[in-house]
């Protein structure tokens, strides 16, 4: 079975950083799309970052020059690195992985091309 763990949320004051992580397990897909959501309480869930296995990368316009996704192959992990948090930034933040067919390039950012969530962590920043 498919698992997404995430790890590293945490509450931070504005202008400051924090790098989530996601372990993940269970797969055997060739090609793939991995990304970030994130949702605020009465907000739908919005995407943040998305990257493919062959590196194609996408990130949200609100999120661009401040944060940035990586993946360590080796050790099956995805990173979110976050900096100059702003209060707007505050959000329940979601992994989500999805197997794809060679030569098809999905947006990222689209939650219904994701079949696997993990189940989030908080990011909370203060002003």
């Known amino acids: 079975q498919v698992q997404l763990v995430e790890s590293g949320g945490g509450s931070v004051q504005a202008g400051g950083s924090l790098t989530l992580s996601c372990a993940a397990s269970?797969?055997?897909?060739?090609?793939?799309?991995m990304g970030w959501f994130r949702q605020a309480p009465g907000k739908v869930r919005e995407g943040v970052a998305g990257?493919?296995?062959?590196?194609?990368?996408s990130y949200a316009d609100s999120v661009k020059g401040r944060f940035s996704i990586s993946k360590d192959n080796a050790k099956n992990i995805l990173y979110l690195q976050m900096n100059s948090l702003k209060p707007e930034d505050t959000a329940m933040y979601y992994c989500a992985a999805s197997p794809r067919v060679r030569g098809w390039h999905p947006p990222l950012l689209v939650r219904n091309n994701y079949g696997y969530w993990g189940q989030g962590t908080q990011v909370t920043v203060s002003s």
């Open positions: 269970g797969y055997t897909w060739s090609n793939y799309l």
């Open positions: 990257i493919t296995d062959d590196g194609r990368i």
